[in-house]
């Protein structure tokens, strides 16, 4: 009886060994191997770079403040906002108080700050996204923001008008979603538009 117990004591540990290796193991490794293989850029945390340095993903907003940069959607991810480890949104029902006092001060200031109608401004600059680290706003909330950036930066209002048409993405598959724009690569184009000079 002890001997059988052990055969089957010793059948059980090579096939836990055995499964550790391939679910563990082997199947983590094929799985990165072929993410990299297929999906580099998205496998690797679809980073954004500029100068040989990283500064940020394309799937996670980030705050720009200041009239020099377009600015994503406000967000409730974490206490100051905009932290991917404390991804999600406020939960704060449409008739709650501390949610429609923070949308009068977000409209008042963005209204003054873009130099337009408080019944101008855009949703997204309004409320948060689900997640709290949504990277993109509308192309509107973008050309909204144009004329603000391109006086900050003393830039012709046409080539900054173009650079938010520039970065436009449709939907996806044609028609899945809104067309958006990505906060950080536009700003990252508005930089090197910056270096090259103002032109025409």
Known sequence: ??????????????????????????????????AQLAFEHGADGSRVGD????????????????????????????????????????????????????????????????GVAPGRVPPDALTASGS???PHVSPGYARRQSARVARARGLPERRVAALVGDHVRGRLLGFLGAPRVNVLELNLALERLGRRGPGP
């Open 132 to 134: 709290g680290l949504d």
């Open 51 to 114: 100068r040989g340095r990283t500064v940020g993903s394309s799937l996670i907003g980030q705050d720009f403040s200041g009239p020099r940069w377009f600015h994503s959607r406000p967000s409730a991810a974490g206490p100051r906002g905009y932290d991917p480890l404390a991804s999600g949104a406020s939960d704060l029902g449409p008739e709650n108080g501390t949610l429609l006092r923070q949308v009068r001060q977000r409209r008042a200031a963005a209204a003054a700050e873009d």
């Open 1 to 34: 009886m002890g001997l059988q117990v052990l055969r089957q004591a010793a059948a059980g540990l090579r096939v836990l060994v055995v499964l550790s290796l391939l679910t563990g193991a082997l199947y983590p490794v094929a799985v990165w191997g072929i």
